[in-house]
């Protein structure tokens, strides 16, 4: 990453035990390069074992992420990310609305079946991924189900989490595959009042753009 992106991302992380004085010693690895090792592990899908011989040892990158997301820093981090980002692009700080899909993707072989379904529509044996980002695309919330989970159903805890991290969240953005009993169950039970907007088709048969849902890619 470049001098600036550090910048940003360098005081976002939790200091070092050894620097508080608790204990320990200093990494024997740059943290920086810790980063760079995640942020390609995650871009091009690699297996951890894969890990190109530059960076540091997989084992290392691995525990030290796992520590992070343990003590809630990477999510600190993404927020603080998307904050800036938002600033950049002229809003406000906090979302105040966002757009939810879903997207079924094939499980390997290893992944229980306690945790995997069929996803009839789509073909898909494996789990769903369901997101809701902001206008600008930046994610807000994940949620994984098995793929067999209905959209409608898995839109539910989604917004109820969008609900506990966003309370400024006031619309949510939503295909046809979300019609029907979440729209007022999301305008009746989530508090303070969360309206979905479906976003309905213009020409059938025909690839069209349709307006605010372009914004999420998975």
Same mark, same amino acid.
């Given at each position: 990453?470049? &001098? ?10 939790? *200091? ?37 011989? &530059? ?25 603080? #990310? ?18 939810? &899909? ?15 379904? =069929? &996803? ?15 206008? #600008? ?49 999301? /305008? ?5 009042? #969360?309206?979905?907007?479906?976003? /309905? ?5 025909? =690839?069209? *753009? ?9």
């Amino acid at each position: 990453m470049s &001098d600036a992106e550090w910048a940003v991302i360098e005081p976002a992380l939790p *200091v070092p035990a050894w620097r508080q004085g608790r204990g320990g010693r200093p990494a024997e690895w740059c943290r920086r390069d810790v980063v760079d090792a995640i942020r390609y592990l995650v871009k091009e899908g690699i297996q951890w074992r894969a890990m190109p011989c &530059d960076f540091p040892p997989f084992q290392t990158v691995y525990d030290v992420l796992d520590g992070w997301q343990e003590s809630g820093a990477t999510e600190a981090l993404h927020g603080e #990310l998307r904050t800036r980002c938002r600033i950049a692009a002229g809003r406000s700080p906090e979302p105040t609305a966002a757009v939810i &899909d879903s997207q079924s993707v094939r499980a390997a072989e290893t992944v229980g079946k306690a945790s995997r379904g =069929f &996803d009839a529509g789509k073909k898909v044996n494996g789990r769903k991924r369901h997101i809701a980002v902001d206008a #600008l695309g930046l994610l807000l919330t994940v949620l994984v189900t098995a793929a067999g989970v209905q959209d409608r159903d898995g839109a539910r805890p989604l917004l109820w989490n969008l609900r506990r991290a966003f309370r400024t969240v006031k619309l949510a953005w939503a295909d046809s595959g979300y019609a029907g009993k979440l729209v007022t169950w999301a /305008k009746t039970k989530l508090r303070p009042r #969360l309206a979905v907007q479906i976003v /309905k088709r213009t020409e059938l048969h025909k =690839f069209v *753009v349709l307006p605010r849902r372009w914004v999420i890619v998975m």
